[in-house]
């Protein structure tokens, strides 16, 4: 069973950068099938795509955040990563990392999240 | 404001339907069947339940289902049941510049 877990500080302070890490199980990030993604979720509001990347390296950003946002994978450790740069209170959010199938473009496997919280 | 536009809330009395609407533009929704559906219950994991506008993942229940019309896709739940509650999110492919967007949500109330 395919398992994906968030890791990462809870608290970053303004205009500082956010880094996450997806750890992934029972699969392969290098599966030529899917891509790996990030969604945000701020407090009680909806989901936002923030990007995805490809195990070649093929990365695809949401355009709002595109100026700010790395995306990277490490097939050696079968993780992902995303930094956001620059962060605000904006930015506080619950952050899913997420497996998106590539023939049918759906976020099928889903990690638990995690909550980010920008705050001095 | 989400790229996708969904009502907020929609409700129904257990044992009814409730139909959930997601409206985009010929650039997602109406220009690719990569509509999909997600359920999410408070402080868990969103859950894909419809992909491909209509088709439902294995262990998804049947009372799920989903269809599109132009720009406009829905996700109908029918005989409603209490564990149904929960906010639905549409997601759908969009174009290169945009990729992969997401409705605002809905609740869903059981009565």
């Known amino acids: 069973q395919l398992q994906l877990q968030e890791s990462g500080p809870g608290l970053v302070k303004p205009s500082e950068t956010l880094s996450l890490t997806c750890t992934v199980s029972?699969?392969?990030?290098?599966?030529?099938?899917?891509?790996w993604g990030w969604i945000r979720q701020p407090p009680g509001k909806g989901l936002e795509w923030i990007g995805s990347?490809?195990?070649?390296?093929?990365?695809y950003y949401n355009p709002s955040l595109k100026s700010r946002v790395t995306i990277s994978v490490d097939t050696s450790k079968n993780q992902f990563s995303l930094k956001l740069s620059s962060v605000t209170a904006a930015d506080t959010a619950v952050y899913y990392c997420?497996?998106?199938?590539?023939?049918?473009?759906?976020?099928?496997?889903w990690g638990q999240g995690t909550l980010v919280t920008v705050s001095s | 404001q989400s790229a996708l536009t969904q009502p907020p809330s929609a409700s129904g009395s257990p044992g009814q339907s409730v139909t959930i609407s997601c409206t985009g533009t010929?650039?997602?929704?109406?220009?690719?069947?990569?509509v999909s559906w997600y359920q999410q219950h408070p402080g868990k994991a969103p859950k894909l339940m419809i992909y491909?506008?209509?088709k439902r993942p294995s262990g998804v229940p049947d009372r799920f289902s989903g269809s599109k019309s132009g720009n406009t896709a829905s996700l109908t739940v029918s005989g409603l049941q209490a564990e149904d509650e929960a906010d639905y999110y549409c997601?759908?492919?969009?174009?290169?510049?945009?990729?992969?967007?997401f409705g605002g949500g809905t609740k869903v109330t059981v009565l």
């Open positions: 029972g699969g392969s990030v290098s599966s030529s099938s899917y891509y």
């Open positions: 491909e506008v209509s």
């Open positions: 990347i490809y195990y070649s390296e093929n990365t």
């Open positions: 997420a497996r998106l199938k590539m023939a049918t473009s759906d976020f099928d496997y």
């Open positions: 010929s650039s997602d929704v109406g220009g690719y069947n990569y």
């Open positions: 997601s759908s492919y969009a174009d290169s510049n945009n990729f992969w967007v």
